[in-house]
């Protein structure tokens, strides 16, 4: 028996491997320890054959395909947005939240990995969405007209918003993530109660802040407050992070809402006339549809602030082996 003979068998066995999630790896190289107490070939071929069908290595070729495939559409995508700036911070975005996704299924981070039913839902939802998402970044990738490419950042910039924050809260609340559920609550209950703030004072002393500062300024508040309510001796430095993150990301993106909201139907005492040019009494109705556009940079903010919070959850994750008594167990 020649050595190639002897590498093919444990160079397959080996490919398999690294792409089985981290609870599967010390199943893999005991069968790689085992693999090399054989000498026959037949018998090596036989061996490695029958752990590549126990293993399933077919599911993580898949997850890897769909994040690659996903993460190549969406940069092709974002290649096509006429603004540099955000064409980079756009992909930056998508390269952090592919890998996020990446890593955290090799941990086992997001939940259930096995062959349960509510796994599989979870999984064949997510494989579906991935191919949507790549097939409308491709369709946009080279739009035909000026208007069809304004229409396609649009979509992108959305997509990229409810795609951070979809990953940002699934591997904050994750089963291995560092934040407790004291962490969680703090750090949504410091971004409502910072939005309520911001909304209370501009229903008492209209209009509707014409720049973002106030929003801002609340957002440092409710950023402040998740973090010292997780440090001391009770808390952890990579709750404080976690909680600042999530706190930060949710305020943003719920003054965006109560903006868009109050523009669309709030009333006319609380929209500010910022359409000096406008016709005789179309101020109000005009100044309705600009008010928002300064809040669309929080918006973006928010998106950043989630991509973060996940990358955060991942680094920060606990071992497999060191479960946290009291801390949120949530099954994606």
């Keep these: 028996m020649t050595t190639l003979d002897r590498d093919r068998p444990a160079r397959l066995l080996s490919a398999a491997a690294r792409v089985l999630p981290a609870g599967r790896r010390d199943w893999a190289r005991a069968m790689q320890a085992e693999l090399a107490a054989i000498d026959e070939p037949a018998e090596r071929w036989s061996f490695a054959w029958g752990c590549l069908r126990a293993s399933r290595p077919l599911r993580g070729l898949l997850h890897l395909l769909a994040v690659l495939g996903t993460l190549g559409a969406l940069l092709a995508w974002t290649a096509s947005v006429d603004y540099p700036p955000l064409a980079w911070i756009l992909s930056v975005m998508a390269s952090v939240l592919a890998a996020v996704c990446w890593q955290a299924r090799r941990s086992g981070m997001f939940g259930p990995t096995g062959d349960g039913v509510v796994a599989r839902l979870l999984r064949g939802a997510g494989y579906l969405t991935a191919v949507a998402l790549a097939a409308v970044a491709l369709a946009h990738a080279h739009p035909a007209t000026l208007e069809a490419a304004d229409a396609g950042a649009g979509l992108l910039a959305l997509g990229a918003v409810t795609g951070s924050f979809l990953i940002g809260l699934t591997a904050a609340s994750a089963r291995r993530s560092a934040a407790t559920r004291r962490v969680l609550v703090t750090g949504a209950g410091s971004a409502l109660g910072a939005t309520v703030l911001w909304l209370v004072v501009v229903l008492v002393a209209p209009p509707i802040p014409a720049s973002v500062g106030w929003a801002l300024a609340v957002t440092a508040v409710a950023a402040a407050t998740a973090v010292l309510a997780n440090a001391g001796g009770s808390g952890t430095t990579e709750g404080s992070l976690l909680a600042g993150l999530l706190a930060t ?83 994606h």
């Design 249 to 331: 990301a949710g305020t943003m993106v719920l003054v965006f809402v109560a903006v868009l909201l109050l523009a669309r139907f709030g009333p006319d005492r609380l929209i500010p006339d910022i359409t000096p040019a406008a016709l005789p009494g179309q101020h109000i109705s005009e100044s309705r549809i600009e008010i928002v556009d300064p809040y669309v940079l929080i918006l973006f903010l928010s998106a950043i602030a989630a991509t973060a919070l996940a990358l955060a959850a991942v680094l920060t994750r606990r071992p497999a082996a060191a479960p946290i008594p009291g801390s949120r167990r949530v099954d």
